[in-house]
């Protein structure tokens, strides 16, 4: 179940999940942010809860698009599960990558771990 975010529940949220979280930041009207929709059903599925997937609309939340500093969208964001953004990204990019961003908060890995293991080194 992909969570929908807001101002009023993030912060409860964000301090009692005990999962890595990828949030996708949007507005309604952003074809990008539509496009990434079944990739984000899609994640749900592979991580099976153990990756909380969610979403922000941007419009309606400006403290969280504050806190975030958001500029433009979509707007990807992964936090493991001690609470320190591991990934972020913007624009809509090849499916994998946001697999890559959530593995790296899932599995807690920094971004040279991430280059060694992508590469075989």
Not at 66 to 88: L, M, W
Not at 101 to 116: H, P
């Amino acid at each position: 179940m992909i969570v929908e975010l807001n101002d009023k529940n993030y912060p409860e949220f964000i301090s009692q999940t005990d999962k890595a979280v990828f949030i996708e930041f949007y507005t309604p009207m952003c074809g990008a942010c539509q496009q990434l929709e079944p990739i984000l059903d899609q994640m749900d599925l592979h991580y099976k809860g153990d990756v909380v997937i969610s979403k922000c609309d941007v419009t309606i939340n400006p403290r969280l698009a504050k806190k975030y500093r958001i500029q433009s969208v979509p707007f990807c964001v992964a936090i493991n599960r001690e609470k320190k953004i591991k990934d972020v990204e913007m624009g809509l990019l090849d499916p994998m990558r946001y697999f890559e961003m959530a593995d790296k908060a899932f599995y807690n890995y920094s971004w040279w771990e991430s280059i060694k293991k992508k590469f075989g080194l």
